[in-house]
C-alpha cells in the first residue's frame, strides 16, 4: 500500500482556506488504497503529525494542543519523515508522494516542492520552477506571451524603487494603459493587495498597497468583460480540460477578497454562459497554456471573456479544494466524483 504525506495550515494567509482544502481532501481520500500520514503546519511555520479528528482540521483547533503532538522532521538524505513525539519516541515514514494542500507562500510557490525534489519523494501537482513561475504574476505573462501570442491584459511592472517617483509612474501607466487599471502584486492571491484605480488620486495608494504584498506589482489596463475558469487535469501528458464555469460577482465591482470569501452575493455559472465555439476555445487555450507553463497533474486557468474574444488572466497551481471551491465542482461537472478526483490525481503523480 502506497503512503501519502499530505500537508495542510501553512505560513501563507491563505491558511484558512488550506485547512477547508485539506478537511474536504481528507473525509474523500480511499484509506483502503493509502496509509496516510498527515502533517499540519502552524501559522509559524512549525511542523506536527496530526492524527486526530478530521473536524478540528476544519475548525482549526487541530493546533490547540501541539504540544503533545509529534514534531516532524524531513531528512533531506533519506528522504524519510522523522516523527518525534514529546516523550522522545522517533519514527521514520518514506512516503510514496507529498500532496501539499497548501495555498500561496510556501507551498503553491515552488519553495515545498524543491525541498521535496531535493529528498526524491514526488509531489502532487507541478514542480519546483513551473509552481514559482506560475505565483509570480509577471513571470507567467513573460511566459504564456512569449510561448503562445494568446492575448492579456496590457501591464507595466513595478518595483519599489519605480514607486520612489510615484508621479513617474503613474504617467506611465496613464500614457501606456489608461483609466481604470488594477494594481497587483506579482506574487500573490485570493485578491489581497488588489485595487481597481479609477483616477489620478487613487493611483499612489493602490500601488504602496500591493507593494505591501510583493517587492514587484503588474499595472494593468482593465478588461472589460465575464470572468471564466477552466480546470485543467494532467495524467502522464494527457491533458484535459473541464467545463468552463463563469464567476458571477454579484454586482460587486470586481473579484475581490470580500465578494470571494466573505459576502454570500457571488455566485457561478456552471457552465459558464458561452457558445460551444467558445467552450471549444477556452478549453485548447487553457491547455496550451497549462501546457506553455510545464504544469503537472492540476491547475486552474483564469480568462476574462470580452466582446473580442478570451483574455488570459492567470493560472492557480494549487487551486482551492473544499467542497465549494470552482476546480473540484468543474471537474465533478465533468463527469468524475470528488474521490475519483483525488485518486486519479494521486495516481497521475506516481511514475
Ligand atoms: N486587468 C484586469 N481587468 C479587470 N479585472 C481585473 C484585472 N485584473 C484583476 N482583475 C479583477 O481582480 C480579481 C483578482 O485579480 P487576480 O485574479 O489577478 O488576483 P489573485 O489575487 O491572484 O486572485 P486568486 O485568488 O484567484 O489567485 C480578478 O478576479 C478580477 O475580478
Ligand atoms: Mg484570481
Same mark, same amino acid.
Given at each position: 500500500?502506497?503512503?501519502?504525506?499530505?500537508?495542510?495550515?501553512?505560513?501563507?494567509?491563505?491558511?484558512?482556506?488550506?485547512?477547508?482544502?485539506?478537511?474536504?481532501?481528507?473525509?474523500?481520500?480511499?484509506?483502503?488504497?493509502?496509509?496516510?500520514?498527515?502533517?499540519?503546519?502552524?501559522?509559524?511555520?512549525?511542523?506536527?503529525?496530526?492524527?486526530?479528528?478530521?473536524?478540528?482540521?476544519?475548525?482549526?483547533?487541530?493546533?490547540?494542543?501541539?504540544?503533545?503532538?509529534?514534531?516532524? @522532521?524531513?531528512?533531506?538524505?533519506?528522504?524519510?519523515?522523522?516523527?518525534?513525539?514529546?516523550?522522545?519516541?522517533?519514527?521514520?515514514?518514506?512516503?510514496?508522494?507529498?500532496?501539499?494542500?497548501?495555498?500561496?507562500?510556501?507551498?503553491?510557490?515552488?519553495?515545498?516542492?524543491?525541498?521535496?525534489?531535493?529528498?526524491?519523494?514526488?509531489?502532487?501537482?507541478?514542480?519546483?520552477?513551473?509552481?514559482?513561475?506560475?505565483?509570480?504574476?509577471?513571470?507567467?505573462?513573460?511566459?504564456?506571451?512569449?510561448?503562445?501570442?494568446?492575448?492579456?491584459?496590457?501591464?507595466?511592472?513595478?518595483?519599489?524603487?519605480?514607486?520612489?517617483?510615484?508621479?513617474?509612474?503613474?504617467?506611465?501607466?496613464?500614457?501606456?494603459?489608461?483609466?481604470?487599471?488594477?494594481?497587483?502584486?506579482?506574487?500573490?492571491?485570493?485578491?489581497?493587495?488588489?485595487?481597481?484605480?479609477?483616477?489620478?488620486?487613487?493611483?499612489?495608494?493602490?500601488?504602496?498597497?500591493?507593494? @505591501?504584498?510583493?517587492?514587484?506589482?503588474?499595472?494593468?489596463?482593465?478588461?472589460?468583460?465575464?470572468?471564466?475558469?477552466?480546470?485543467?487535469?494532467?495524467?502522464?501528458?494527457?491533458?484535459?480540460?473541464?467545463?468552463?464555469?463563469?464567476?458571477?460577482?454579484?454586482?460587486?465591482?470586481?473579484?475581490?477578497?470580500?465578494?470571494?470569501?466573505?459576502?454570500?452575493?457571488?455566485?457561478?455559472?456552471?457552465?459558464?454562459?458561452?457558445?460551444?465555439?467558445?467552450?471549444?476555445?477556452?478549453?485548447?487555450?487553457?491547455?496550451?497554456?497549462?501546457?506553455?507553463?510545464?504544469?503537472?497533474?492540476?491547475?486552474?486557468?483564469?480568462?476574462?471573456?470580452?466582446?473580442?474574444?478570451?483574455?488570459?488572466?492567470?493560472?492557480?497551481?494549487?487551486?482551492?479544494?473544499?467542497?465549494?471551491?470552482?476546480?473540484?465542482?468543474?471537474?465533478?461537472?465533468?463527469?468524475?466524483?470528488?474521490?475519483?478526483?483525488?485518486?486519479?490525481?494521486?495516481?497521475?503523480?506516481?511514475?
Amino acid at each position: 500500500m502506497k503512503t501519502i504525506c499530505i500537508l495542510f495550515g501553512g505560513r501563507s494567509s491563505e491558511y484558512d482556506v488550506s485547512l477547508s482544502s485539506a478537511y474536504a481532501v481528507l473525509s474523500n481520500i480511499d484509506r483502503s488504497t493509502y496509509n496516510l500520514l498527515c502533517i499540519g503546519i502552524t501559522r509559524d511555520g512549525r511542523w506536527f503529525r496530526y492524527d486526530g479528528a478530521l473536524e478540528e482540521i476544519r475548525t482549526g483547533h487541530w493546533c490547540d494542543y501541539t504540544e503533545t503532538l509529534p514534531t516532524v @522532521a524531513l531528512d533531506l538524505s533519506s528522504g524519510k519523515l522523522r516523527c518525534t513525539a514529546p516523550d522522545g519516541t522517533v519514527t521514520e515514514t518514506v512516503c510514496d508522494a507529498v500532496f501539499p494542500v497548501l495555498h500561496g507562500k510556501f507551498g503553491e510557490d515552488g519553495t515545498i516542492q524543491g525541498m521535496f525534489a531535493v529528498a526524491g519523494i514526488p509531489v502532487v501537482g507541478c514542480g519546483c520552477t513551473s509552481s514559482g513561475v506560475c505565483m509570480d504574476k509577471a513571470f507567467t505573462k513573460s511566459i504564456v506571451a512569449a510561448d503562445t501570442g494568446i492575448r492579456q491584459a496590457k501591464a507595466v511592472i513595478a518595483r519599489a524603487e519605480d514607486a520612489a517617483d510615484m508621479d513617474a509612474l503613474r504617467t506611465k501607466c496613464e500614457n501606456a494603459l489608461g483609466y481604470p487599471m488594477f494594481v497587483k502584486p506579482s506574487a500573490a492571491g485570493s485578491s489581497v493587495g488588489v485595487s481597481k484605480v479609477k483616477s489620478a488620486g487613487q493611483f499612489s495608494d493602490a500601488v504602496t498597497r500591493a507593494l @505591501a504584498e510583493d517587492g514587484k506589482v503588474l499595472i494593468e489596463e482593465a478588461i472589460v468583460g465575464r470572468e471564466i475558469e477552466v480546470a485543467v487535469f494532467e495524467d502522464h501528458g494527457e491533458l484535459f480540460a473541464s467545463t468552463p464555469a463563469e464567476i458571477d460577482m454579484g454586482g460587486s465591482e470586481f473579484y475581490d477578497y470580500d465578494t470571494k470569501y466573505i459576502s454570500d452575493a457571488s455566485g457561478y455559472y456552471l457552465p459558464a454562459r458561452i457558445t460551444p465555439e467558445q467552450t471549444a476555445e477556452v478549453q485548447a487555450y487553457a491547455k496550451t497554456i497549462f501546457h506553455a507553463l510545464d504544469c503537472k497533474v492540476f491547475s486552474r486557468v483564469d480568462f476574462f471573456v470580452t466582446e473580442t474574444g478570451f483574455v488570459f488572466n492567470e493560472i492557480n497551481t494549487i487551486p482551492g479544494f473544499t467542497p465549494i471551491s470552482m476546480y473540484p465542482k468543474m471537474m465533478i461537472h465533468s463527469g468524475m466524483t470528488y474521490a475519483g478526483l483525488i485518486d486519479r490525481m494521486l495516481s497521475a503523480t506516481f511514475a
